[in-house]
T-cell receptor
Framework: DTGVSQNPRHKITKRGQNVTFRCDPISEHNRLYWYRQTLGQGPEFLTYFQNEAQLEKSRLLSDRFSAERPKGSFSTLEIQRTEQGDSAMYLC???????????FGSGTRLTVV | QKEVEQDPGPLSVPEGAIVSLNCTYSNSAFQYFMWYRQYSRKGPELLMYTYSSGNKEDGRFTAQVDKSSKYISLFIRDSQPSDSATYLCAMSAIDDYKLSFGAGTTVTVRA
């Protein structure tokens, strides 16, 4: 297992289009997290899953955002009707029981033009 | 006011110097404290993890937590050019798996 994998690495989309990102966590990790990071800022929490259950969502996660983790394996984050303010790095992370910090993926950089 | 405050720097030091980084926080419920290193266009990488107050050392890195002052620190000894990165502090409360991050401090170690 080589860590947390995120695809695509980069995505350029036109305003108003829908985009979907994928995250494959470390296989034995039961918790999966999505964060958003803008330039010069630390990551901000969006949502997290324990197995297939979405346990918490930030108020940052508007109705245009939806995340899923079918069967408790990989996860997808979809943004509908993208806006320029959605431009950011979207980071996925995973952790196991005991919570000794997260392992982050390399992120998906979204640019909305 | 942000829940976690971190001076963004930038910080520039000569090779071999000690790098000192710190964060302050306002939420007294925080019990887990972490430092992450992030290279440009990469995801954060966990460097140090501590629970509650005290010191932890790992090689050239030392993390300190002072809960009474709501203040955490990271020291990097014998700094190397490869230590040039952004360093993020992060913390969470017990049974709360989401992390609150500082804005990150950008460090450059000059050869």
């Amino acid at each position: 297992d080589t860590g947390v994998s995120q695809n695509p690495r980069h995505k350029i989309t036109k305003r108003g289009q829908n985009v979907t990102f994928r995250c494959d966590p470390i296989s034995e990790h039961n918790r999966l997290y999505w964060y958003r990071q803008t330039l010069g800022q630390g990551p901000e929490f969006l949502t997290y899953f324990q197995n297939e259950a979405q346990l918490e969502k930030s108020r940052l996660l508007s109705d245009r955002f939806s995340a899923e983790r079918p069967k408790g394996s990989f996860s997808t984050l979809e943004i509908q009707r993208t806006e320029q303010g959605d431009s950011a790095m979207y980071l996925c992370a995973s952790s196991g029981d005991g919570f000794y910090g997260y392992t982050f993926g390399s992120g998906t950089r979204l640019t909305v033009v | 006011q942000k829940e976690v405050e971190q001076d963004p720097g930038p910080l520039s030091v000569p090779e071999g110097a000690i790098v000192s980084l710190n964060c302050t926080y306002s939420n007294s419920a925080f019990q887990y404290f972490m430092w992450y290193r992030q290279y440009s266009r990469k995801g954060p990488e966990l460097l140090m993890y501590t629970y509650s107050s005290g010191n932890k050392e790992d090689g050239r890195f030392t993390a300190q937590v002072d809960k009474s002052s709501k203040y955490i620190s990271l020291f990097i000894r014998d700094s190397q050019p490869s230590d040039s990165a952004t360093y993020l502090c992060a913390m969470s409360a017990i049974d709360d798996y989401k992390l609150s991050f500082g804005a990150g401090t950008t460090v450059t170690v000059r050869a």
